[in-house]
């Protein structure tokens, strides 16, 4: 059982850096174009063109050459090393009058038989060719001198390639560049993906966060719109029929754990936050508010994230009613709350103030807001900005009575997370625990179903035989 859960978190894990991989997709596009650009600059830069010209020949000698093909095969093996030596190198640079000569002289067997081909290539079409009827001549003048075994009898004349064997297609420098740097890029970014400290899996918050895993919120997606290459930005409500039923269960069981606690301990305000921006603290506290709401309790929900407010999008309201208007003195709150009357919620949305937003939140009349809310409605769910970077959630949590961090998988670190527990219990020791967010769907239960449809089933089969 063990060695089975360790499996399936594996898949998990992979299942996250497969994920991690496609959402830099952008990042590997550039990537393997750069060094596909970059090879082909480098190969064009050092391009030198290779000319060969070839002849074939028969080694022949007073014996039967056929029955000394072994003994053939070696001097073949001879040849190739003296027409590369610096006599004959020597011999052609004379004939050719150069002081520098650049070639190369290979001799190759056809067939394992007596008759054999010599190349000679060069950067220089001219050079190879006359490289390659210096070294035939040199041969043949010093077969008596030498005391060669064989001789070198022509059987077609020497020819040259007219153009180069070793053309440079910049296609194909392309595409290799491409391809090598693609393949390093994908090994690298999952190794570092799949060791880095994110949390991947429920296990990991109960392993290395210093805070206890309050619920698990599935991977949900949104319905795709007619125009497909657009994203849809509205948001995952429980109260959307296109919802799934294993999501809107997964906020039932939040619900169920945030009424347990609150009346153990008392709480009415609850604070949602998260370490970092879009890990779905705004859905998760929006859907909280709709079930509570659902389950006969009296809810205001307050959009107290004044830098970038977001639920009159989630809910779909105007902003004409905001909390601003009663922080600054010019109304009363109760004015600027909307009522959505198809789900029983009072909602109190904001408009963006990036100037004065953390004096607003630490003023009196936000305390008097809480204050009076609380005898008012059964509960009050806030949610605010992230902690990273910012104070507002620290000083919301200085006011609320519980408060409950939103860690979206595969998104922060746990040294991160960490760092904003500490700083969230530093103001207030209120913190009940992690919410898991998930962000990819989790391969190792998408074909399990549940026990009413399992019956079903299985009836259903029974009654076919």
């Not at 640079?93 to 007596?114: I, P, R």
Request: hydrophobic share 35%.
């Amino acid at each position: 059982m063990n060695q089975s859960n360790q499996n399936q978190d594996i898949v998990l894990r992979l299942t996250c850096v497969f994920s991690s991989l496609l959402k830099k997709w952008k990042w590997f596009i550039v990537c393997i174009i750069i060094f596909g650009m970059a090879l082909d600059m480098y190969r064009t830069f050092t391009y030198q063109p290779q000319y060969v010209s070839s002849v074939t020949a028969t080694l022949s000698s007073e014996t039967n050459t056929y029955s000394q093909l072994e003994e053939v095969r070696n001097y073949i093996k001879t040849l190739d090393y003296i027409f590369n030596g610096q006599v004959v190198k020597n011999y052609v640079q004379e004939q050719m009058q150069v002081d520098d000569l650049d070639m190369h002289c290979t001799v190759t067997s056809q067939n394992n038989t007596n008759i054999i081909n010599i190349q000679v290539s060069s950067h220089k079409r001219q050079t190879s060719y006359y490289a390659l009827d210096a070294i035939i001549s040199w041969y043949q003048q010093n077969v008596n001198k030498y005391r060669f075994s064989y001789e070198l009898d022509i059987l077609e004349q020497s020819t040259i390639n007219e153009m180069p064997v070793n053309t440079n297609h910049h296609i194909r420098n392309f595409v290799q560049g491409a391809v090598f740097s693609g393949a390093i890029f994908i090994v690298v970014f999952c190794v570092l993906a799949y060791f880095r400290r994110t949390i991947k899996t429920p296990k990991d918050i109960e392993k290395y966060i210093d805070c206890r895993l309050f619920a698990k919120i599935p991977k949900e997606h949104k319905p795709r719109q007619k125009k497909f290459w657009k994203r849809n930005k509205q948001a995952i409500l429980i109260t959307s029929l296109k919802t799934s039923f294993k999501y809107k269960e997964s906020i039932k069981k939040l619900r169920s754990r945030v009424e347990a606690s609150c009346q153990k301990h008392g709480y009415q305000t609850l604070m949602i936050t998260s370490s970092l921006e879009n890990e779905g603290k705004s859905s998760i506290a929006a859907n909280l508010a709709l079930a509570l709401a659902a389950n006969d309790h009296k809810v205001l929900i307050i959009d107290c994230d004044l830098r970038k407010p977001s639920l009159h999008k989630i809910f779909h309201l105007t902003t004409q009613r905001n909390i601003n208007q009663y922080l600054n003195g010019e109304s009363q709150w109760e004015k600027q709350v909307q009522y959505l009357n198809k789900n029983e919620l009072f909602v109190l949305c904001a408009m963006q103030d990036l100037s004065h937003a953390e004096d607003l939140l630490q003023s009196e009349r936000m305390k008097q807001l809480i204050e009076s809310a609380k005898k008012e409605f059964d509960f009050v769910i806030i949610d605010t900005s992230p902690v990273l970077g910012l104070n507002d959630s620290l000083i919301m949590t200085e006011m609320v009575d519980a408060s409950l961090l939103v860690v979206k998988q595969n998104v922060a670190t746990d040294y991160l997370i960490n760092d904003m527990i500490n700083r969230l219990v530093s103001m207030k020791n209120n913190l009940i625990g992690c919410i898991y967010n998930a962000s990819v769907i989790d391969l190792r239960k998408s074909n399990k179903v549940y026990g009413y449809r399992y019956g079903y089933n299985q009836y259903r089969r029974q009654d076919k035989r």
